[in-house]
């Protein structure tokens, strides 16, 4: 998750959730980075499924242009990158103030869940720069800071994995949103875990077409998705 203007030096702790995977908790915040009944089941559900997979069904073999905010464990774009295939091409660009140290991440042992090699690959990319994953996964770790650097243009799909609105209100204000709707091309789709009202009808006032989807099962009742019509 983005930790916008949150301290780079603040503890994480590494606890299981409740489908095996791993995931970060942050005791200064009382915040932790996945649900905690399950950090890979969210991460499929909420950001893989109903967003990416979402889109690449109206547009099969585009390659759709990906922006995340903010990149956490990778564990969304390992899951992206999973299902990325000749007819579901991503650029994947997720932007991160405070990348996590890479030994915290190797500590979450994503690579012996998944038996892939996809994560390794993914924490080991360089960063500010794109890098080819595989041949249909290209990714780009950018130290960025959402709410004021240059965002990327004509974006497709956004994952928006923020820490909540009360532990970081400025992350969810009409004038953050609106930066990221001028970015995004019309028919792009965005997911985010919350589902709070007041953060529904301010996305539908920026334009998008707002949907209240089931959330992954054991977890959250409900998740939002945003639909640009223009």
Request: glycine share 8%; hydrophobic share 40%.
């Amino acid at each position: 998750m983005e930790q916008g203007q949150l301290s780079c030096e603040f503890q994480h702790t590494i606890e299981v959730t409740d489908d095996g995977s791993a995931t970060l908790f942050v005791p200064a915040l009382n915040e932790h980075y996945h649900s905690v009944k399950g950090a890979l089941t969210e991460a499929g559900h909420i950001y893989r499924d109903c967003a990416f997979m979402h889109r690449a069904q109206s547009g099969v073999g585009e390659r759709l242009r990906l922006l995340e905010v903010g990149f956490g464990t990778g564990l969304n774009a390992c899951v992206t990158a999973m299902v990325a295939d000749e007819s579901h091409p991503v650029h994947y660009i997720s932007l991160e103030k405070y990348p996590v140290d890479n030994s915290i991440l190797k500590a979450l042992r994503y690579d012996n869940l998944l038996d892939n090699g996809l994560m390794h690959a993914i924490h080991e990319a360089p960063w500010d720069e794109a890098v080819s994953v595989t041949p249909y996964f290209t990714l780009e770790k950018k130290r960025a800071d959402y709410l004021s650097d240059p965002l990327p243009v004509s974006v497709d799909v956004v994952y928006f994995d923020a820490f909540a609105p009360e532990k970081q209100p400025e992350m969810w204000t009409p004038e953050a949103f609106r930066r990221l709707v001028e970015v995004m091309n019309a028919g792009a789709v965005l997911t985010t875990y919350c589902a709070k009202g007041e953060v529904r009808r301010l996305l539908a006032s920026l334009g998008l077409t707002m949907e209240r989807l089931s959330g992954p099962v054991g977890g959250k009742r409900e998740i939002l998705r945003g639909t640009l019509l223009l």
